[in-house]
């Protein structure tokens, strides 16, 4: 039940957020869910890409990478390391689009990645937010 209301509320912030884009662009939006991402759901729509990450079906570095890197459409050439996905968050030549990165039972990430990875991921995904507050991140335990 929670994580069905975690996605509901995920689905209507981007929701919202790709209807507020639309307006000033009078163009009509429609927000999908892309599937087959084994540890992640991915919702897209033409302004936003949302990647709801479950941290309890994350079990190692290979792994998150590889979400983030398919539900952001990321190229070959990513180099799947924390540098790597901060550069390419903050380049909108490689990510076009807004995103918006929930994490949540962020415990299991603790548990599964370790304290130290699990801590340089959130700072190199909160750094990233900060040089566009259009994106957005947030991690729950």
């Not at 909108?92 to 990875?117: A, C, F, M, R």
């Amino acid at each position: 039940m929670k994580k069905l209301l975690l996605i509901a509320s995920a689905l209507l912030l981007c929701f919202g957020a790709t209807q507020a884009h639309a307006f000033r662009n009078a163009t009509p939006d429609r927000t999908v869910e892309r599937e087959g991402l084994y540890g992640a759901t991915v919702f897209e729509s033409k302004y936003k890409i949302l990647i709801l990450i479950q941290g309890r079906e994350i079990h190692s570095l290979k792994q998150l990478h590889a979400v983030v890197a398919d539900g952001l459409r990321l190229p070959n050439t990513y180099g799947a390391n924390f540098d790597a996905l901060y550069d390419v968050l903050t380049d909108p030549s490689v990510v076009t689009k807004n995103w918006d990165i929930t994490i949540i039972g962020g415990k299991h990430l603790y548990e599964n990645l370790g304290e130290q990875k699990t801590q340089t991921l959130i700072d190199t995904l909160n750094d990233a937010q900060d040089q566009n507050r259009m994106n957005t991140f947030m991690f729950w335990m």
